[in-house]
Every structure is written in C-alpha cells, then in structure tokens.
C-alpha cells in the first residue's frame, strides 16, 4: 500500500532490489548512449542543445552571443548550486 512508505528517506528502504538496479541501469544508458560526447573540449557541453532537445532530433541554434552564453551558463551554474543546498536542506529537515 501506499499508505505503508514512509516519507522522506525512509522511502528508499522500500524500493525494491530491482527497481534499483533498473534505475542505476537507465542511468547509466543515458550516460553512455546519450550524453557521451563533449562539444568543443567544455566539460559539460554534450551539444544536447536547450532543455536537450537536439538529443531528440529537434535542432536549436544555441547562444551565437558569447557573452550571452557566459551569462546563461553562469545562470545554470548558480541555479544548481542552490538546487544542491535546497536538497541538503530538505535531508536535514526530514
């Protein structure tokens, strides 16, 4: 039931062995098949385009600006960062 998951990280212990092993699978697929090459020498770059939607087959121009581009990965990297401390957050709150 439902009802039976704990909230939190209590609700690890009830995932299954194979369900994790099929999530660490998926992953690593995408990993692998995915997001495998690096555009440019940047690490980080997979030339997966905005919101990775040249992986799918729908091209994007991308940022032809360079400092508009400096600005937007600065963007991305401090919205991450505070993404990391929110989640810590979050652990400890639980």
């Known amino acids: 039931k439902f009802d039976d998951v704990p909230n939190g990280l209590g609700a690890f212990?009830?995932?299954p062995?194979?369900?994790v092993c099929q999530i660490?699978?998926?992953a690593g697929l995408i990993e692998v098949q995915v997001y495998n090459d690096q555009v440019n020498g940047e690490p980080g770059n997979y030339?997966?385009?905005f919101l990775g939607i040249q992986?799918?087959?729908i091209m994007s121009p991308g940022w032809t600006d360079p400092e508009a581009r400096k600005k937007?990965?600065?963007v991305e990297l401090?919205?991450?960062r505070l993404?990391?401390?929110a989640i810590i957050g979050m652990f400890f709150q639980d």
């Open 13 to 15: 212990s009830k995932v």
């Open 83 to 85: 993404a990391m401390v």
């Open 55 to 57: 992986s799918i087959g």
């Open 17 to 19: 062995a194979l369900g």
């Open 78 to 80: 401090a919205n991450g």
């Open 72 to 74: 937007k990965l600065n």
């Open 24 to 26: 660490i699978l998926f």
């Open 47 to 49: 030339g997966a385009g």
